[in-house]
């Protein structure tokens, strides 16, 4: 889906803000690039049906209008809104949104009683419609910092809150209301990396160079990674107490990656190491839930001998293997054999399965684009609380792909997690629509001519109003 | 901070390539071994998406398919299941498949290669051809004879053309339905538990997978290797063999149920069927010349398959003299199967030789190119041609006026041998009446066919009579019908022929050449 570069410049590059082009705004790229997304989705939702009915779906022009309009929309806020953007974020994410509802879809004709390709379609259209409010409404990102801690603070509402609704299949983090159902975690790891960049930028000093040497390494004083550490052990043990596990592990990851950026300590890459480790296998041995799936991890055959058939690890790992190469085509696998959360957890084993080896590179390579997108981003601005910012986003994409993907393949134990944009979820899909709002109102930040009034020089003090 | 963003972005990075790494592990090096897992529904889903190639009878397809909507899509269906079960067997998605359903299993499920329009076809568009057809050698005409002959009692009938060793009628009886067992669920679980623990062990394939004793019909085989042996050189001759006999080495007495034994003649020990006289000259013949007569005709032989295996048919090859004498006559450890026992029958109506007895004429594609046909091959020299024309006159004989007198047939020459195996200890089970013949029509250039019967009768006395009792109708009932067909054939398909099927028509009318060419016995001086 790479189109070349060099088409869109002629289109894109058009001086129009007051202190001149300094960067090609590369919008017509975007555009085109957007074009071929929704091309691609429409293609796929159409060789679904001939796959399994012998002709395109009759709805596939509308589907395609659908995504047609909403990848516009979102064109036009950004074009509007924050012209210098990176013009790959909103392709990547509108191909990957496209490609999950066609897989979503694709299941759907599985499964007759449980139509789950619609509601995705109308949640994301309520994340575009989240995107656009974000991209038209935060002018600038640093006005995030001021924020800080009503973000934690409703981080924190956020992902107690679910403690009050009924568990859903051993992991209580929905809440419902009507016929609605809602994970606040997901909104939550948003707020938390703002929080994150918040306040790691306001100290950075004083976490880089205070503190105690203890052998080769310097730490922090603990009046300043007190109320860090404290909020991560929260949020941790809230999690743990949710059974939410694959979130727990994303918090982790996430709070690490960013004190390591902030502070160039690899000392807490060790630290952080060392506690996963303990962590994991404290909750490995203490937890039966978790245990199960440690076990699972080690032996997804286990089941199958003992004459209880394959479990859900062992019929992805099949329905990836008969993908192979280039996968059986799109409707003539057999994932529905996974049951349970196909369409969610296992969505990838679906893609494995019916688009390959090939096909998987090429997811992959979309999320390490658009990941790699979010740090250009960050390397390219010159205020640390935009940095950290950008790198926490472009990090939960990673690391959320990472969990879940290597979960469903049996690399690390399965740990429930949606693949960001393509598996099935409201809140994921919304959630994964900020975030590419933020990186897109970052990018254009980066990317954008300086402004007159802010000297290049004074980040810093700006930033100092956020501790 | 630049160069620790730097080092975070290739952490994530490095994150997706292990994922990426993974997955070449998942779906390249260790997909082969995930495929084959047997939890692994896909292969039976493949092999069940489509229906099934047929198995065709005269060229009419004996089989089906059937949409149960289920996750295993298309189940097998049989027509007259019953009377085709030992020739079709079953392709079962729980219990897996047999006979003709398991020996061309590849060509009916669409996955032999053969079947594909090029080679490597179907490996490169994962697809699948639609699953061929069998076209059998088996006549619906003769089988129904058979079938209709045993009557549901235990026992089995096998039939073939002599020249070509095609098999004209493969019946087994009691037999079930295996419809009952093609799909999934616990209804097909209780058929297959009922089906398993019935007494009658309807799923046993009696002509192929059954060793009955063969009593005194293996008294040909005996009367072979004498003659080829040289034991006797005169059938009209008396034989140097007392009544009663004693087993040598023992003072066990063999009685005789003809009468006249003393010193007969082969001829007349044939026709009458004389243990004293054939358990002598097995003992006569010695050792190594019984069981090199025996092998020749196919006992001993573990690797016949026709395509399915056929259980091995036994003569011992270490036995004392007294044991060889029983043996000689078909008892001791002598056991073998109905198909065997045609295999004999044929071998003297074949002048000697065995062709290779088969039950697949040719395979096609779905849309009837042949991708395989199974040629005429020799399987033994049983005897020499000299000593199957002797046999010939001696068995013709023994249906003229003897112990087979219910098996001729008018306007065809038949000979036949009867037996009756005793079997149980203390011979109390319920015996075996045998009988294997061959017929030729009058103005026919070969041998139509050659037939065994072996019925299981509680009705018959123990006497060879029996054989010739209950077991000669039902094969005179089958050479009828083959001789019918053979006449059809002859007279290029007369009405009633059932048409399509040009290959399955026996043997061509030309001149056949060697030792197959039909001649008029020798009359002896």
Same mark, same amino acid.
């Not at chain 1, 879809?105 to 390709?117: H, N």
């Not at chain 1, 919304?430 to 009034?453: C, G, H, K, M, Q």
């Not at chain 2, 359903?101 to 669409?110: F, H, S, T």
């Given at each position: 889906?790479?189109?070349?570069?060099?088409?869109?410049?002629?289109?894109?590059?058009?001086?129009?803000?007051?202190?001149?082009?300094?960067?090609?705004?590369?919008?017509?790229?975007?555009?085109?690039?957007?074009?071929?997304?929704?091309?691609?989705?429409?293609?796929?939702?159409?060789?679904?049906?001939?796959?399994?009915?012998?002709?395109?779906?009759?709805?596939?022009?509308?589907?395609?209008?659908?995504?047609?309009?909403?990848?516009?929309? #979102?064109?036009?806020?950004?074009?509007?809104?924050?012209?210098?953007?990176?013009?790959?974020?909103?392709?990547?994410?509108?191909?990957?949104?496209?490609?999950?509802?066609?897989?979503?879809?694709?299941?759907?004709?599985?499964?007759?009683?449980?139509?789950?390709?619609?509601?995705?379609?109308?949640?994301?259209?309520?994340?575009?419609?989240?995107?656009?409010?974000?991209?038209?409404?935060?002018?600038?990102?640093?006005?995030?910092?001021?924020?800080?801690?009503?973000?934690?603070?409703?981080?924190?509402?956020?992902?107690?809150?679910?403690?009050?609704?009924?568990?859903?299949?051993?992991?209580?983090?929905?809440?419902?209301?009507?016929?609605?159902?809602?994970?606040?975690?997901?909104?939550?790891?948003?707020?938390?990396?703002?929080?994150?960049?918040?306040?790691?930028?306001?100290?950075?000093?004083?976490?880089?160079?205070?503190?105690?040497?203890?052998?080769?390494?310097?730490?922090?004083?603990?009046?300043?990674?007190?109320?860090?550490?404290?909020?991560?052990?929260?949020?941790?043990?809230?999690?743990?107490?949710?059974?939410?596990?694959?979130?727990?592990?994303?918090?982790?990851?996430?709070?690490?990656?960013?004190?390591?950026?902030?502070?160039?300590?690899?000392?807490?890459?060790?630290?952080?190491?060392?506690?996963?480790?303990?962590?994991?296998?404290?909750?490995?041995?203490?937890?039966?839930?978790?245990?199960?799936?440690?076990?699972?991890?080690?032996?997804?055959?286990?089941?199958?001998?003992?004459?209880?058939?394959?479990?859900?690890?062992?019929?992805?790992?099949?329905?990836?293997?008969?993908?192979?190469?280039?996968?059986?085509?799109?409707?003539?696998?057999?994932?529905?054999? *996974?049951?349970?959360?196909?369409?969610?957890?296992?969505?990838?084993?679906?893609?494995?399965?019916?688009?390959?080896?090939?096909?998987?590179?090429?997811?992959?390579?979309?999320?390490?684009?658009?990941?790699?997108?979010?740090?250009?981003?960050?390397?390219?601005?010159?205020?640390?609380?935009?940095?950290?910012?950008?790198?926490?986003?472009?990090?939960?994409?990673?690391?959320?792909?990472?969990?879940?993907? =290597?979960?469903?393949?049996?690399?690390?134990?399965?740990?429930?997690?949606?693949?960001?944009?393509?598996?099935?979820?409201?809140?994921?899909?919304?959630?994964?629509?900020?975030?590419?709002?933020?990186?897109?109102?970052?990018?254009?930040?980066?990317?954008? &001519?300086?402004?007159?009034?802010?000297?290049?020089?004074?980040?810093?003090?700006?930033?100092?109003?956020?501790? | 901070?630049?160069?620790?963003?730097?080092?975070?972005?290739?952490?994530?990075?490095?994150?997706?390539?292990?994922?990426?790494?993974?997955?070449?592990?998942?779906?390249?090096?260790?997909?082969?071994?995930?495929?084959?897992?047997?939890?692994?529904?896909?292969?039976?889903?493949?092999?069940?998406?489509?229906?099934?190639?047929?198995?065709?009878?005269?060229?009419?397809?004996?089989?089906?398919?059937?949409?149960?909507?289920?996750?295993?899509?298309?189940?097998?269906?049989?027509?007259?299941?019953?009377?085709?079960?030992?020739?079709?067997?079953?392709?079962?998605?729980?219990?897996?498949?047999?006979?003709?359903?398991?020996?061309?299993?590849?060509?009916?499920?669409?996955?032999?290669?053969?079947?594909?329009?090029?080679?490597?076809?179907?490996?490169?568009?994962?697809?699948?051809? &639609? =699953?061929?057809?069998?076209?059998?050698?088996?006549?619906?005409?003769?089988?129904?004879?058979?079938?209709?002959?045993?009557?549901?009692?235990?026992?089995?009938?096998?039939?073939?053309?002599?020249?070509?060793?095609?098999?004209?009628?493969?019946?087994?009886?009691?037999?079930?339905?295996?419809?009952?067992?093609?799909?999934?669920?616990?209804?097909?679980?209780?058929?297959?538990?009922?089906?398993?623990?019935?007494?009658?062990?309807?799923?046993?394939?009696?002509?192929?997978?059954?060793?009955?004793?063969?009593?005194?019909?293996?008294?040909?085989?005996? #009367?072979?290797?004498?003659?080829?042996?040289?034991?006797?050189?005169?059938?009209?001759?008396?034989?140097?063999?007392?009544?009663?006999?004693?087993?040598?080495?023992?003072?066990?007495?063999?009685?005789?149920?003809?009468?006249?034994?003393?010193?007969?003649?082969?001829?007349?020990?044939?026709?009458?069927?004389?243990?004293?006289?054939?358990?002598?000259?097995?003992?006569?013949?010695?050792?190594?010349?019984?069981?090199?007569?025996?092998?020749?005709?196919?006992?001993?032989?573990?690797?016949?398959?026709?395509?399915?295996?056929?259980?091995?048919?036994?003569?011992?090859?270490?036995?004392?003299?007294?044991?060889?004498?029983?043996?000689?006559?078909?008892?001791?450890?002598?056991?073998?199967?109905?198909?065997?026992?045609?295999?004999?029958?044929?071998?003297?109506?074949?002048?000697?030789?065995?062709?290779?007895?088969?039950?697949?004429?040719?395979?096609?594609?779905?849309?009837?190119?042949?991708?395989?046909?199974?040629?005429?091959?020799?399987?033994?020299?049983?005897?020499?041609?000299?000593?199957?024309?002797?046999?010939?006159?001696?068995?013709?004989?023994?249906?003229?006026?003897?112990?087979?007198?219910?098996?001729?047939?008018?306007?065809?020459?038949?000979?036949?041998?009867?037996?009756?195996?005793?079997?149980?200890?203390?011979?109390?089970?319920?015996?075996? #009446?045998?009988?294997?013949?061959?017929?030729?029509?009058?103005?026919?250039?070969?041998?139509?066919?050659?037939?065994?019967?072996?019925?299981?009768?509680?009705?018959?006395?123990?006497?060879? *009579?029996?054989?010739? =009792?209950?077991?000669?109708?039902?094969?005179?009932?089958?050479?009828?019908?083959?001789?019918?067909?053979?006449?059809?054939?002859?007279?290029?398909?007369?009405?009633?022929?059932?048409?399509?099927?040009?290959?399955?028509?026996?043997?061509?009318?030309?001149?056949?050449?060697?030792?197959?060419?039909?001649?008029?016995?020798?009359?002896?001086?």
């Amino acid at each position: 889906m790479t189109a070349p570069r060099s088409t869109g410049t002629g289109t894109g590059a058009r001086p129009s803000g007051p202190a001149g082009g300094r960067a090609p705004k590369r919008r017509g790229v975007e555009l085109v690039l957007l074009l071929g997304a929704v091309l691609i989705s429409v293609c796929g939702y159409a060789e679904v049906g001939l796959a399994h009915d012998g002709a395109v779906p009759p709805d596939a022009a509308r589907y395609g209008a659908g995504l047609g309009l909403l990848a516009l929309l #979102a064109h036009l806020a950004v074009r509007l809104r924050a012209p210098y953007a990176d013009p790959l974020l909103l392709p990547i994410a509108v191909l990957l949104n496209g490609l999950g509802l066609v897989l979503i879809y694709r299941l759907d004709l599985e499964t007759p009683r449980d139509q789950a390709a619609t509601p995705q379609l109308v949640w994301s259209t309520l994340g575009v419609a989240l995107f656009i409010v974000v991209v038209v409404l935060l002018r600038d990102h640093r006005a995030l910092q001021g924020y800080a801690y009503v973000c934690v603070a409703a981080a924190l509402a956020l992902m107690i809150l679910p403690i009050f609704f009924p568990a859903v299949n051993g992991a209580r983090i929905w809440i419902r209301f009507g016929g609605l159902s809602f994970q606040p975690g997901e909104f939550a790891k948003i707020l938390l990396a703002v929080f994150f960049a918040a306040y790691l930028s306001a100290n950075l000093g004083v976490l880089a160079y205070a503190g105690r040497r203890i052998w080769r390494f310097q730490f922090p004083t603990w009046r300043v990674l007190g109320p860090i550490v404290a909020i991560w052990l929260v949020s941790v043990g809230v999690l743990v107490l949710e059974r939410d596990l694959g979130t727990s592990l994303l918090f982790f990851g996430l709070f690490v990656i960013m004190l390591y950026v902030a502070t160039g300590r690899t000392g807490w890459i060790a630290i952080g190491l060392l506690l996963a480790a303990a962590g994991a296998f404290l909750i490995g041995s203490v937890e039966p839930h978790v245990h199960g799936r440690v076990q699972d991890w080690l032996d997804p055959y286990a089941s199958i001998r003992a004459g209880d058939g394959p479990g859900q690890l062992a019929q992805s790992l099949f329905a990836f293997a008969a993908g192979g190469f280039l996968g059986t085509g799109l409707g003539l696998g057999h994932s529905v054999l *996974i049951g349970f959360a196909a369409k969610s957890d296992f969505i990838l084993a679906t893609a494995g399965e019916e688009l390959g080896l090939l096909g998987l590179t090429a997811l992959f390579l979309l999320y390490a684009l658009f990941v790699g997108r979010g740090y250009r981003a960050g390397l390219s601005l010159r205020d640390p609380f935009g940095r950290l910012l950008a790198v926490g986003l472009a990090s939960i994409v990673a690391l959320q792909v990472f969990v879940i993907a =290597g979960g469903v393949m049996g690399l690390i134990p399965l740990t429930g997690m949606a693949m960001p944009f393509l598996a099935q979820g409201g809140s994921s899909v919304v959630t994964n629509w900020v975030i590419v709002a933020l990186l897109v109102r970052v990018s254009d930040s980066a990317r954008a &001519p300086e402004p007159a009034a802010a000297g290049p020089g004074e980040p810093a003090r700006v930033e100092e109003r956020a501790g | 901070m630049i160069r620790y963003i730097r080092r975070a972005a290739a952490l994530c990075l490095l994150l997706l390539a292990a994922l990426l790494v993974n997955a070449v592990r998942v779906m390249v090096v260790e997909a082969g071994e995930l495929d084959a897992n047997p939890a692994n529904r896909r292969g039976p889903i493949a092999r069940w998406a489509e229906p099934r190639g047929e198995i065709l009878v005269d060229g009419e397809p004996v089989t089906g398919s059937r949409d149960s909507g289920q996750q295993l899509r298309w189940e097998r269906t049989y027509r007259k299941g019953p009377l085709y079960a030992p020739v079709t067997g079953y392709a079962s998605q729980t219990y897996g498949t047999t006979l003709v359903e398991n020996a061309r299993d590849g060509i009916l499920a669409g996955t032999d290669p053969a079947l594909a329009p090029l080679p490597l076809w179907n490996e490169l568009t994962r697809g699948r051809s &639609p =699953g061929g057809d069998v076209a059998t050698t088996v006549r619906a005409a003769v089988q129904e004879a058979a079938y209709r002959g045993l009557d549901g009692k235990r026992g089995a009938v096998v039939a073939l053309e002599p020249f070509s060793g095609r098999i004209l009628a493969l019946v087994s009886s009691p037999s079930y339905e295996p419809g009952v067992l093609s799909g999934t669920g616990p209804r097909v679980e209780e058929a297959w538990s009922r089906l398993t623990t019935s007494p009658n062990q309807p799923m046993l394939n009696r002509a192929l997978r059954q060793t009955y004793p063969p009593g005194s019909a293996f008294k040909i085989v005996t #009367a072979a290797a004498a003659l080829d042996e040289g034991v006797v050189r005169d059938v009209d001759a008396p034989t140097d063999t007392p009544d009663p006999f004693v087993l040598p080495g023992t003072r066990q007495v063999l009685p005789n149920e003809a009468k006249g034994c003393a010193d007969a003649s082969l001829a007349y020990a044939l026709q009458w069927s004389c243990n004293t006289v054939m358990a002598g000259l097995g003992v006569d013949v010695g050792l190594d010349g019984m069981v090199a007569a025996a092998e020749r005709f196919g006992f001993d032989d573990t690797t016949l398959r026709v395509p399915s295996w056929v259980a091995k048919s036994n003569f011992d090859r270490r036995m004392s003299p007294d044991q060889l004498a029983l043996s000689s006559i078909g008892q001791f450890d002598t056991t073998a199967t109905p198909l065997q026992m045609a295999m004999v029958a044929a071998a003297v109506a074949n002048n000697g030789e065995i062709a290779r007895p088969y039950l697949v004429e040719r395979t096609t594609t779905a849309g009837g190119a042949t991708v395989e046909r199974t040629p005429r091959d020799r399987y033994r020299q049983a005897m020499s041609p000299s000593t199957a024309l002797r046999l010939q006159r001696l068995m013709v004989r023994a249906v003229e006026e003897g112990t087979g007198t219910n098996g001729a047939v008018p306007g065809a020459r038949v000979g036949g041998k009867t037996g009756t195996a005793q079997h149980g200890f203390g011979n109390t089970g319920t015996p075996y #009446a045998w009988f294997i013949a061959w017929a030729q029509a009058d103005d026919a250039a070969r041998p139509a066919v050659a037939v065994a019967v072996v019925v299981e009768d509680a009705e018959a006395s123990r006497t060879d *009579i029996s054989g010739g =009792g209950s077991a000669a109708p039902i094969a005179r009932a089958v050479m009828e019908e083959a001789l019918r067909l053979d006449a059809e054939s002859r007279t290029g398909g007369a009405p009633g022929a059932r048409g399509g099927r040009p290959s399955a028509a026996p043997a061509p009318v030309g001149p056949p050449g060697g030792p197959g060419r039909s001649t008029p016995p020798p009359r002896r001086p």
